[in-house]
Protein backbone atom coordinates (compact mmCIF):
# COMPACT_ATOMS: atom_id res chain seq x y z
CA UNK A 1 0.00 0.00 0.00
CA UNK A 2 1.72 2.90 -1.34
CA UNK A 3 2.04 5.74 1.27
CA UNK A 4 0.99 3.67 4.03
CA UNK A 5 2.22 3.89 7.96
CA UNK A 6 3.81 -0.29 8.24
CA UNK A 7 3.32 -1.27 11.74
CA UNK A 8 6.36 -2.86 12.68
CA UNK A 9 9.12 -1.69 10.75
CA UNK A 10 10.23 1.40 12.56
CA UNK A 11 8.92 3.08 15.50
CA UNK A 12 6.09 5.31 15.31
CA UNK A 13 6.39 9.18 15.43
CA UNK A 14 4.02 11.68 16.31
CA UNK A 15 3.37 12.77 12.83
CA UNK A 16 2.68 9.33 12.01
CA UNK A 17 -0.09 9.58 14.41
CA UNK A 18 -1.42 12.87 13.51
CA UNK A 19 -1.53 12.06 10.24
CA UNK A 20 -3.51 8.28 10.48
CA UNK A 21 -5.86 9.89 13.35
CA UNK A 22 -6.79 13.26 11.48
CA UNK A 23 -6.10 12.79 7.88
CA UNK A 24 -7.19 9.19 7.53
CA UNK A 25 -3.32 7.99 6.36
CA UNK A 26 -3.52 4.50 5.62
CA UNK A 27 -1.89 1.78 7.87
CA UNK A 28 -0.73 -2.20 7.47
CA UNK A 29 1.29 -4.15 9.13
CA UNK A 30 4.27 -5.86 8.19
CA UNK A 31 5.33 -8.43 6.36
CA UNK A 32 8.19 -9.46 7.21
CA UNK A 33 9.05 -12.65 8.39
CA UNK A 34 11.25 -11.30 11.58
CA UNK A 35 7.84 -9.14 12.70
CA UNK A 36 5.05 -11.72 12.06
CA UNK A 37 7.33 -14.64 13.42
CA UNK A 38 7.87 -12.73 16.84
CA UNK A 39 3.99 -12.11 16.87
CA UNK A 40 3.55 -16.01 16.28
CA UNK A 41 6.35 -16.73 19.04
CA UNK A 42 4.86 -14.96 21.87
CA UNK A 43 1.66 -16.69 21.40
CA UNK A 44 3.09 -20.46 20.66
CA UNK A 45 4.29 -19.79 24.24
CA UNK A 46 0.52 -18.99 25.60
CA UNK A 47 -0.58 -21.90 24.17
CA UNK A 48 2.18 -24.23 25.25
CA UNK A 49 1.91 -22.57 28.57
CA UNK A 50 -1.78 -23.23 28.85
CA UNK A 51 -1.46 -27.18 27.67
CA UNK A 52 1.05 -27.31 30.44
CA UNK A 53 -1.81 -26.22 32.66
CA UNK A 54 0.09 -22.70 33.90
CA UNK A 55 -1.76 -20.32 35.66
CA UNK A 56 -1.99 -17.18 33.50
CA UNK A 57 -3.34 -14.02 34.72
CA UNK A 58 -6.37 -12.91 32.44
CA UNK A 59 -5.93 -16.23 30.50
CA UNK A 60 -7.71 -19.05 32.29
CA UNK A 61 -8.11 -16.70 35.59
CA UNK A 62 -10.65 -14.01 36.43
CA UNK A 63 -9.51 -10.44 36.22
CA UNK A 64 -8.14 -7.92 39.17
CA UNK A 65 -9.25 -8.79 42.45
CA UNK A 66 -11.12 -11.88 40.67
CA UNK A 67 -7.48 -13.36 39.54
CA UNK A 68 -7.98 -16.03 42.29
CA UNK A 69 -10.91 -17.94 40.58
CA UNK A 70 -9.46 -19.81 37.90
CA UNK A 71 -11.63 -20.54 34.56
CA UNK A 72 -12.86 -23.58 33.50
CA UNK A 73 -11.10 -24.75 29.95
CA UNK A 74 -14.35 -24.19 28.17
CA UNK A 75 -15.27 -20.61 29.42
CA UNK A 76 -11.95 -19.20 28.32
CA UNK A 77 -12.51 -17.98 25.23
CA UNK A 78 -16.14 -17.08 26.35
CA UNK A 79 -14.26 -14.80 29.07
CA UNK A 80 -12.69 -12.89 26.37
CA UNK A 81 -15.94 -11.14 24.98
CA UNK A 82 -17.21 -10.76 28.40
CA UNK A 83 -15.01 -9.20 30.15
CA UNK A 84 -15.11 -6.87 27.45
CA UNK A 85 -19.12 -6.31 27.33
CA UNK A 86 -18.64 -5.74 31.44
CA UNK A 87 -16.44 -2.86 30.78
CA UNK A 88 -19.34 -1.08 28.31
CA UNK A 89 -20.46 0.96 31.14
CA UNK A 90 -18.96 4.40 30.08
CA UNK A 91 -20.29 8.30 30.28
CA UNK A 92 -20.41 11.45 29.11
CA UNK A 93 -20.45 12.51 25.11
CA UNK A 94 -18.28 10.65 22.86
CA UNK A 95 -14.47 10.88 22.04
CA UNK A 96 -12.98 12.87 18.71
CA UNK A 97 -13.22 10.69 16.48
CA UNK A 98 -9.46 11.61 16.14
CA UNK A 99 -8.68 10.36 19.08
CA UNK A 100 -10.17 6.92 18.82
CA UNK A 101 -8.39 6.30 15.76
CA UNK A 102 -5.45 7.55 17.34
CA UNK A 103 -5.63 4.71 20.30
CA UNK A 104 -6.61 2.55 17.08
CA UNK A 105 -3.44 2.89 15.46
CA UNK A 106 -1.73 2.93 19.14
CA UNK A 107 -2.87 -0.26 19.95
CA UNK A 108 -2.28 -2.35 16.52
CA UNK A 109 1.31 -1.09 17.12
CA UNK A 110 2.04 -2.22 20.81
CA UNK A 111 0.25 -5.47 19.82
CA UNK A 112 2.99 -5.79 16.56
CA UNK A 113 5.94 -6.02 19.08
CA UNK A 114 5.24 -9.14 19.70
CA UNK A 115 4.80 -9.35 23.24
CA UNK A 116 1.21 -9.80 23.80
CA UNK A 117 0.43 -12.83 22.38
CA UNK A 118 -2.26 -11.94 20.42
CA UNK A 119 -2.58 -13.71 16.74
CA UNK A 120 -1.72 -11.75 13.57
CA UNK A 121 -5.45 -11.45 13.41
CA UNK A 122 -6.09 -9.14 15.66
CA UNK A 123 -3.87 -6.61 14.53
CA UNK A 124 -4.75 -7.16 11.05
CA UNK A 125 -8.63 -6.58 11.85
CA UNK A 126 -7.88 -3.43 13.80
CA UNK A 127 -6.08 -1.91 10.73
CA UNK A 128 -8.76 -3.30 8.21
CA UNK A 129 -11.22 -0.82 10.55
CA UNK A 130 -8.63 1.91 10.69
CA UNK A 131 -8.26 2.00 6.52
CA UNK A 132 -12.32 1.77 6.27
CA UNK A 133 -12.35 4.67 8.47
CA UNK A 134 -14.92 2.90 11.21
CA UNK A 135 -14.55 4.24 13.88
CA UNK A 136 -16.04 2.75 17.27
CA UNK A 137 -17.97 5.08 19.34
CA UNK A 138 -16.19 5.92 22.48
CA UNK A 139 -17.78 7.88 26.05
CA UNK A 140 -15.57 10.46 27.50
CA UNK A 141 -15.94 9.27 31.26
CA UNK A 142 -14.27 5.43 32.48
CA UNK A 143 -10.60 5.85 32.32
CA UNK A 144 -8.49 5.88 35.85
CA UNK A 145 -5.49 5.46 33.71
CA UNK A 146 -4.36 2.30 36.05
CA UNK A 147 -4.88 -1.11 34.21
CA UNK A 148 -4.54 1.14 31.26
CA UNK A 149 -7.36 2.57 29.22
CA UNK A 150 -9.91 -0.33 30.47
CA UNK A 151 -13.23 1.18 29.43
CA UNK A 152 -12.39 3.19 26.50
CA UNK A 153 -10.14 0.88 24.86
CA UNK A 154 -13.41 -2.35 25.65
CA UNK A 155 -15.34 0.15 23.63
CA UNK A 156 -12.71 -0.25 20.27
CA UNK A 157 -12.60 -3.62 21.10
CA UNK A 158 -15.86 -5.18 20.87
CA UNK A 159 -16.62 -3.08 17.37
CA UNK A 160 -13.72 -5.33 15.82
CA UNK A 161 -16.10 -8.11 17.24
CA UNK A 162 -18.85 -6.14 15.08
CA UNK A 163 -20.70 -5.06 18.72
CA UNK A 164 -21.57 -1.06 19.41
CA UNK A 165 -22.24 1.76 17.61
CA UNK A 166 -19.51 3.15 14.99
CA UNK A 167 -19.37 6.49 12.95
CA UNK A 168 -18.74 6.18 9.28
CA UNK A 169 -18.98 7.61 6.12
CA UNK A 170 -20.69 10.92 8.37
CA UNK A 171 -23.35 8.74 10.35
CA UNK A 172 -23.75 6.77 13.50
CA UNK A 173 -24.27 3.32 13.05
CA UNK A 174 -24.60 -0.15 14.70
CA UNK A 175 -21.11 -1.60 13.94
CA UNK A 176 -22.36 -5.13 12.73
CA UNK A 177 -23.80 -3.27 9.81
CA UNK A 178 -21.08 -1.13 9.13
CA UNK A 179 -18.36 -4.44 9.01
CA UNK A 180 -21.05 -5.73 6.77
CA UNK A 181 -21.62 -2.67 4.40
CA UNK A 182 -17.28 -2.71 4.15
CA UNK A 183 -17.16 -6.63 4.24
CA UNK A 184 -15.17 -7.18 6.90
CA UNK A 185 -15.73 -10.18 8.85
CA UNK A 186 -16.49 -9.88 12.84
CA UNK A 187 -13.47 -10.90 14.29
CA UNK A 188 -13.48 -13.99 17.11
CA UNK A 189 -11.41 -13.57 19.60
CA UNK A 190 -9.29 -16.48 21.31
CA UNK A 191 -8.02 -16.81 25.06
CA UNK A 192 -5.77 -13.53 25.95
CA UNK A 193 -6.64 -11.45 22.95
CA UNK A 194 -9.55 -9.62 24.72
CA UNK A 195 -7.27 -8.48 27.98
CA UNK A 196 -4.04 -7.31 25.60
CA UNK A 197 -6.66 -5.42 23.76
CA UNK A 198 -7.73 -2.99 26.68
CA UNK A 199 -5.04 -3.23 28.56
CA UNK A 200 -2.66 -0.54 27.93
CA UNK A 201 -2.33 3.25 27.71
CA UNK A 202 -2.98 3.86 24.11
CA UNK A 203 -6.04 6.01 24.58
CA UNK A 204 -4.34 8.39 26.53
CA UNK A 205 -0.92 8.60 24.65
CA UNK A 206 -3.36 9.11 21.42
CA UNK A 207 -4.59 12.07 23.08
CA UNK A 208 -1.40 13.52 24.09
CA UNK A 209 0.27 13.02 21.14
CA UNK A 210 -2.83 15.21 19.34
CA UNK A 211 -2.35 17.42 22.33
CA UNK A 212 1.42 18.06 21.71
CA UNK A 213 0.84 18.64 18.26
CA UNK A 214 -1.41 21.41 18.41
CA UNK A 215 -0.12 22.64 21.27
CA UNK A 216 3.28 23.83 19.24
CA UNK A 217 1.06 25.67 17.00
CA UNK A 218 -0.80 27.39 19.62
CA UNK A 219 2.40 28.45 21.22
CA UNK A 220 3.60 30.00 17.55
CA UNK A 221 0.42 31.80 17.49
CA UNK A 222 0.35 33.18 20.85
CA UNK A 223 3.83 34.48 20.06
CA UNK A 224 2.67 35.74 16.86
CA UNK A 225 0.01 37.66 18.52
CA UNK A 226 2.12 39.60 21.28
CA UNK A 227 4.44 40.17 18.58
CA UNK A 228 1.43 42.17 16.96
CA UNK A 229 0.90 43.90 20.00
CA UNK A 230 4.44 44.90 20.80
CA UNK A 231 3.74 46.50 17.27
CA UNK A 232 0.60 48.06 18.11
CA UNK A 233 1.91 49.41 21.48
CA UNK A 234 4.96 51.13 19.77
CA UNK A 235 7.49 49.02 22.67
CA UNK A 236 10.79 48.24 22.11
CA UNK A 237 12.04 44.97 21.13
CA UNK A 238 15.18 45.89 23.14
CA UNK A 239 13.84 43.04 25.43
CA UNK A 240 14.18 39.80 22.85
CA UNK A 241 18.19 40.65 21.70
CA UNK A 242 20.21 37.76 21.21
CA UNK A 243 22.68 38.99 23.90
CA UNK A 244 20.03 39.27 26.40
CA UNK A 245 18.59 35.59 25.71
CA UNK A 246 22.39 34.14 25.74
CA UNK A 247 23.33 35.71 29.17
CA UNK A 248 20.48 34.14 31.13
CA UNK A 249 21.12 31.09 29.37
CA UNK A 250 18.09 28.99 29.09
CA UNK A 251 17.64 27.19 25.76
CA UNK A 252 13.93 27.83 25.64
CA UNK A 253 13.99 31.51 26.35
CA UNK A 254 16.46 31.49 23.21
CA UNK A 255 14.22 29.76 20.90
CA UNK A 256 11.34 32.35 22.21
CA UNK A 257 13.57 35.55 21.73
CA UNK A 258 14.81 34.34 18.33
CA UNK A 259 11.25 33.68 17.25
CA UNK A 260 10.03 36.98 18.21
CA UNK A 261 12.67 38.68 16.19
CA UNK A 262 12.07 36.34 13.39
CA UNK A 263 8.28 37.74 13.81
CA UNK A 264 9.14 41.34 14.28
CA UNK A 265 12.04 41.67 11.97
CA UNK A 266 12.23 44.81 9.75
CA UNK A 267 9.39 46.39 11.66
CA UNK A 268 8.61 50.15 11.55
CA UNK A 269 6.19 49.94 13.90
CA UNK A 270 8.24 48.67 16.96
CA UNK A 271 9.50 51.49 19.45
CA UNK A 272 13.21 52.53 20.13
CA UNK A 273 14.44 52.12 23.52
CA UNK A 274 17.29 55.32 22.62
CA UNK A 275 14.06 56.98 21.99
CA UNK A 276 11.70 56.39 24.33
CA UNK A 277 15.17 57.32 26.65
CA UNK A 278 15.23 60.95 24.36
CA UNK A 279 11.76 61.44 25.20
CA UNK A 280 11.82 61.03 28.97
CA UNK A 281 14.26 63.48 29.50
CA UNK A 282 12.69 65.82 27.23
CA UNK A 283 9.54 65.64 28.75
CA UNK A 284 10.57 65.25 32.28
CA UNK A 285 8.78 67.31 34.36
CA UNK A 286 9.59 67.97 38.56
CA UNK A 287 11.95 65.46 38.78
CA UNK A 288 9.68 62.60 37.03
CA UNK A 289 9.54 61.18 33.45
CA UNK A 290 6.54 61.68 31.07
CA UNK A 291 6.48 57.77 30.59
CA UNK A 292 8.42 54.99 31.55
CA UNK A 293 11.34 53.70 29.20
CA UNK A 294 10.53 50.12 29.25
CA UNK A 295 7.53 48.06 29.12
CA UNK A 296 5.07 46.14 31.26
CA UNK A 297 6.40 42.55 32.51
CA UNK A 298 3.68 40.90 29.68
CA UNK A 299 5.70 42.43 27.16
CA UNK A 300 9.28 42.68 27.99
CA UNK A 301 9.64 39.15 29.84
CA UNK A 302 8.35 36.84 27.00
CA UNK A 303 11.20 35.01 26.35
CA UNK A 304 11.39 34.22 29.90
CA UNK A 305 7.69 33.45 30.98
CA UNK A 306 6.93 31.36 27.62
CA UNK A 307 10.23 29.79 27.33
CA UNK A 308 9.75 27.42 29.57
CA UNK A 309 6.90 25.91 27.42
CA UNK A 310 9.04 25.19 24.43
CA UNK A 311 11.20 23.15 26.76
CA UNK A 312 7.92 21.36 28.31
CA UNK A 313 6.62 20.64 24.76
CA UNK A 314 10.16 19.18 23.71
CA UNK A 315 10.37 16.93 26.61
CA UNK A 316 6.67 15.85 26.09
CA UNK A 317 7.20 14.93 22.58
CA UNK A 318 9.99 12.57 23.40
CA UNK A 319 7.67 11.01 26.56
CA UNK A 320 4.65 10.61 24.38
CA UNK A 321 6.71 8.67 21.36
CA UNK A 322 8.40 6.58 24.00
CA UNK A 323 5.16 5.62 25.70
CA UNK A 324 3.65 5.20 22.12
CA UNK A 325 6.28 2.41 21.11
CA UNK A 326 6.21 0.75 24.01
CA UNK A 327 4.56 -2.69 25.19
CA UNK A 328 2.16 -1.72 27.41
CA UNK A 329 0.04 -4.87 28.02
CA UNK A 330 -0.07 -7.51 31.15
CA UNK A 331 0.94 -10.59 30.84
CA UNK A 332 3.94 -9.68 28.53
CA UNK A 333 5.52 -12.64 26.71
CA UNK A 334 9.09 -12.74 25.71
CA UNK A 335 8.99 -14.36 22.65
CA UNK A 336 12.81 -15.25 22.97
CA UNK A 337 12.58 -17.21 26.49
CA UNK A 338 9.04 -17.65 26.39
CA UNK A 339 8.85 -16.10 30.22
CA UNK A 340 5.80 -15.04 30.79
CA UNK A 341 6.08 -11.25 32.99
CA UNK A 342 2.96 -10.45 34.97
CA UNK A 343 3.55 -6.41 35.20
CA UNK A 344 2.46 -3.18 35.47
CA UNK A 345 3.50 -1.70 32.38
CA UNK A 346 -0.10 -0.30 31.07
CA UNK A 347 0.02 2.40 34.15
CA UNK A 348 -0.12 5.93 32.87
CA UNK A 349 2.06 7.87 35.16
CA UNK A 350 4.63 9.14 32.39
CA UNK A 351 1.72 10.57 29.91
CA UNK A 352 -0.08 11.71 33.17
CA UNK A 353 3.14 13.66 34.38
CA UNK A 354 3.42 14.96 31.12
CA UNK A 355 0.60 16.26 30.17
CA UNK A 356 -0.29 17.84 33.89
CA UNK A 357 2.98 19.64 32.49
CA UNK A 358 1.86 20.78 29.54
CA UNK A 359 -1.80 22.24 31.42
CA UNK A 360 0.42 24.38 33.53
CA UNK A 361 1.96 25.72 30.64
CA UNK A 362 -1.53 26.07 29.09
CA UNK A 363 -2.85 28.43 31.69
CA UNK A 364 0.36 30.29 31.36
CA UNK A 365 -0.14 31.16 27.56
CA UNK A 366 -3.87 31.83 28.67
CA UNK A 367 -3.10 34.13 31.33
CA UNK A 368 -0.51 35.91 29.76
CA UNK A 369 -2.71 36.53 26.54
CA UNK A 370 -5.02 37.80 28.96
CA UNK A 371 -2.82 40.20 30.74
CA UNK A 372 -1.64 41.40 26.93
CA UNK A 373 -5.25 42.15 26.34
CA UNK A 374 -5.75 43.88 29.37
CA UNK A 375 -2.90 46.25 27.93
CA UNK A 376 -4.28 47.09 24.64
CA UNK A 377 -8.05 47.49 25.71
CA UNK A 378 -6.91 50.19 28.06
CA UNK A 379 -6.49 54.04 26.91
CA UNK A 380 -4.20 54.12 29.94
CA UNK A 381 -1.76 51.92 29.31
CA UNK A 382 -2.14 51.32 25.16
CA UNK A 383 0.38 54.10 24.38
CA UNK A 384 -2.13 56.37 22.71
CA UNK A 385 -4.81 53.62 21.32
CA UNK A 386 -8.61 54.30 21.47
CA UNK A 387 -10.49 52.69 24.34
CA UNK A 388 -11.64 49.05 23.59
CA UNK A 389 -10.18 49.56 20.47
CA UNK A 390 -12.88 50.96 19.04
CA UNK A 391 -12.58 54.60 16.78
CA UNK A 392 -15.97 55.99 18.37
CA UNK A 393 -16.59 54.85 21.89
CA UNK A 394 -19.46 55.51 23.32
CA UNK A 395 -21.91 54.36 20.75
CA UNK A 396 -19.83 51.54 20.31
CA UNK A 397 -18.81 49.35 22.82
CA UNK A 398 -15.86 47.66 20.64
CA UNK A 399 -13.78 44.60 22.34
CA UNK A 400 -15.13 45.01 25.78
CA UNK A 401 -17.13 41.84 25.21
CA UNK A 402 -13.65 40.12 23.43
CA UNK A 403 -12.09 40.59 27.00
CA UNK A 404 -14.66 39.57 28.86
CA UNK A 405 -15.21 36.13 26.63
CA UNK A 406 -10.76 35.79 26.69
CA UNK A 407 -10.84 36.46 30.70
CA UNK A 408 -13.86 33.80 30.87
CA UNK A 409 -11.69 31.12 28.74
CA UNK A 410 -8.35 31.74 30.89
CA UNK A 411 -10.73 31.38 34.28
CA UNK A 412 -11.43 27.61 32.81
CA UNK A 413 -8.21 26.95 31.95
CA UNK A 414 -6.68 27.78 35.42
CA UNK A 415 -9.00 25.30 36.72
CA UNK A 416 -8.07 22.47 34.53
CA UNK A 417 -4.52 23.50 34.88
CA UNK A 418 -5.21 21.22 38.46
CA UNK A 419 -2.90 18.14 38.27
CA UNK A 420 -4.68 15.09 37.94
CA UNK A 421 -1.11 12.50 38.71
CA UNK A 422 -1.66 13.41 42.65
CA UNK A 423 -5.57 12.38 42.51
CA UNK A 424 -5.64 8.98 42.52
CA UNK A 425 -8.33 7.15 43.94
CA UNK A 426 -8.18 3.78 44.89
CA UNK A 427 -10.93 0.95 43.23
CA UNK A 428 -11.76 -1.97 41.52
CA UNK A 429 -11.77 -3.60 45.26
CA UNK A 430 -8.07 -1.88 45.78
CA UNK A 431 -6.21 -3.94 43.18
CA UNK A 432 -5.99 -0.62 41.73
CA UNK A 433 -5.16 1.01 44.83
CA UNK A 434 -2.69 3.99 42.84
CA UNK A 435 -3.97 4.90 39.67
CA UNK A 436 -2.38 7.16 37.49
CA UNK A 437 -5.64 9.33 36.12
CA UNK A 438 -3.10 9.68 32.59
CA UNK A 439 -6.62 9.59 30.21
CA UNK A 440 -7.45 12.28 32.39
CA UNK A 441 -4.98 14.40 32.53
CA UNK A 442 -5.04 14.19 28.52
CA UNK A 443 -8.76 14.77 27.93
CA UNK A 444 -8.45 17.54 30.52
CA UNK A 445 -4.85 19.12 28.25
CA UNK A 446 -6.81 18.92 25.09
CA UNK A 447 -9.75 20.71 26.47
CA UNK A 448 -7.52 23.08 28.20
CA UNK A 449 -5.54 23.40 24.68
CA UNK A 450 -9.15 24.70 23.28
CA UNK A 451 -9.95 26.88 25.53
CA UNK A 452 -6.55 28.49 25.05
CA UNK A 453 -6.33 28.14 21.30
CA UNK A 454 -9.50 30.06 21.47
CA UNK A 455 -8.41 32.88 24.07
CA UNK A 456 -5.06 33.31 21.34
CA UNK A 457 -7.72 33.84 18.27
CA UNK A 458 -9.39 36.31 20.50
CA UNK A 459 -5.61 38.48 21.11
CA UNK A 460 -4.92 37.47 17.23
CA UNK A 461 -8.04 39.77 16.11
CA UNK A 462 -8.00 42.05 18.72
CA UNK A 463 -4.15 43.01 18.46
CA UNK A 464 -4.88 43.24 14.35
CA UNK A 465 -7.72 45.43 15.37
CA UNK A 466 -4.78 47.58 17.17
CA UNK A 467 -2.88 47.27 14.17
CA UNK A 468 -5.15 49.22 12.35
CA UNK A 469 -6.49 51.94 14.37
CA UNK A 470 -2.46 52.89 15.15
CA UNK A 471 -2.29 53.13 11.21
CA UNK A 472 -5.84 55.43 11.09
CA UNK A 473 -4.04 57.61 14.07
CA UNK A 474 -0.63 57.91 11.67
CA UNK A 475 -2.37 58.36 8.76
CA UNK A 476 -0.06 56.16 7.02
CA UNK A 477 0.23 52.61 6.94
CA UNK A 478 2.08 50.79 9.80
CA UNK A 479 4.80 48.53 8.30
CA UNK A 480 4.83 45.46 10.24
CA UNK A 481 7.64 43.11 10.83
CA UNK A 482 8.17 39.91 8.05
CA UNK A 483 6.15 37.35 10.04
CA UNK A 484 3.93 39.44 11.60
CA UNK A 485 2.65 40.94 8.18
CA UNK A 486 1.71 37.07 7.24
CA UNK A 487 -0.14 36.45 10.40
CA UNK A 488 -1.73 39.99 10.15
CA UNK A 489 -2.95 39.31 6.16
CA UNK A 490 -4.10 35.37 7.53
CA UNK A 491 -6.36 36.88 9.76
CA UNK A 492 -7.87 39.88 7.72
CA UNK A 493 -8.95 37.31 5.22
CA UNK A 494 -11.07 35.73 8.07
CA UNK A 495 -12.03 38.69 9.94
CA UNK A 496 -12.65 42.57 8.51
CA UNK A 497 -11.51 45.64 10.99
CA UNK A 498 -14.72 46.43 13.47
CA UNK A 499 -15.63 49.84 12.62
CA UNK A 500 -18.92 49.33 14.31
CA UNK A 501 -20.41 46.67 17.20
CA UNK A 502 -20.91 43.14 15.39
CA UNK A 503 -21.12 39.62 16.53
CA UNK A 504 -17.39 38.41 16.37
CA UNK A 505 -18.25 34.69 17.58
CA UNK A 506 -17.65 33.43 14.06
CA UNK A 507 -14.38 35.53 13.72
CA UNK A 508 -13.02 33.53 16.77
CA UNK A 509 -14.11 30.09 15.26
CA UNK A 510 -12.17 31.00 12.04
CA UNK A 511 -8.97 32.46 13.34
CA UNK A 512 -8.64 29.50 15.66
CA UNK A 513 -9.60 26.90 13.07
CA UNK A 514 -6.72 28.24 11.04
CA UNK A 515 -4.18 28.57 14.29
CA UNK A 516 -4.36 24.17 13.70
CA UNK A 517 -4.63 23.97 10.39
CA UNK A 518 -1.33 25.56 9.27
CA UNK A 519 -3.16 28.73 7.35
CA UNK A 520 -1.85 31.77 9.70
CA UNK A 521 1.45 31.93 7.62
CA UNK A 522 3.58 31.23 10.53
CA UNK A 523 7.05 30.65 10.87
CA UNK A 524 8.19 27.27 11.66
Not at 227 to 256: F, I, M, N, T
Not at 500 to 520: F, M, N, W
Request: proline share 4%.
Amino acid sequence: MRNAFVIGERRVSITDIVAVARSGAKVELSRRPAVRRRIRQSRDHITAALERGEIVYAVNTGVGTHAVFLLPPDQIETFQESNLLQLCCGTGPALYGEIVRAAMLLRAVTLALGYSAVRVEVIEQLVRLLNASITPMVPRYGSVGASGDLIPSAYIALALLGHGQVAWRGRVLAAKRALEQARIRPLRLSYKEGISLINGTTAMTGTAALVADDAGAVLRAFLAAAALCVEALGASPEPYQEWVQRVKGHAGQRDVGRYLRRLLEGSRAVGSTAELRRQARSERSGGRASHSIQSGYSVRCLPQGIGPMVETLEATRAVVEREANSANDNPLVDPASGHIYHTGNFYGGHIARAMDGVKLDLANLANWAHSLMAVIVDDRFSNGLPPALVAEPGINTGFKGMQLSLASLACAVRQMAQPSLVHPVSTEQHNQDMVSLGTHAALTAREALDCTRNAVAILLLSACQAIDLRTVLRGAAVKLGAGTRAVYRAVRARSAFVEADRPLADDIGAVSRAIVSGELGLPA
